[in-house]
């Protein structure tokens, strides 16, 4: 059993920044991906970017690319999602989810395994 706790957000302007964290607990996470996601008010819940823990390759989604960095540390069981040059648009709830086993990128929310409870990021004009 995994748990995961998001923290770090908050009520920013346009070109700010943010940096999520998210504190994963379990056994091991050799074999995992580790995704973010967001869901704003009305709409479905949608991936940001995507880290493998073992080696840490990453993806993300065309929205975000090259304003959002997705990282980890491993041996604080820690992945990171580092939001710059925010955007209105950016408002939403962030979810750090986990994938078992995974073995390619995974961008649907029922392909994870399990999720925190969400942090929210709300980005004003």
């Known amino acids: 059993q995994v748990q995961l706790v998001e923290s770090g957000g908050g009520l920013v302007q346009a070109g700010d920044s943010l940096r999520l964290s998210c504190a994963a607990s379990?056994?091991?996470?050799?074999?995992?991906?580790m995704g973010w996601f967001r869901q704003a008010p009305g709409k479905e819940r949608e991936f940001v970017a995507a880290i493998t823990w073992s080696i840490g390759t990453t993806t993300y989604a065309d929205s975000v690319k090259g304003r959002f960095t997705i990282s980890k540390e491993n041996a604080k069981n820690m992945v990171y999602l580092q939001m710059n040059s925010l955007k209105p648009e950016d408002t939403a709830v962030y979810y750090c989810?986990?994938?078992?086993?995974?073995?390619?990128?995974?961008?649907?929310?029922?392909?994870?395994?399990?999720w925190g409870q969400g942090t929210q990021v709300t980005v004003s004009s």
């Open positions: 989810a986990a994938r078992k086993y995974s073995s390619t990128y995974y961008y649907s929310p029922g392909e994870y395994d399990y």
């Open positions: 379990g056994r091991t996470f050799s074999t995992y991906a």
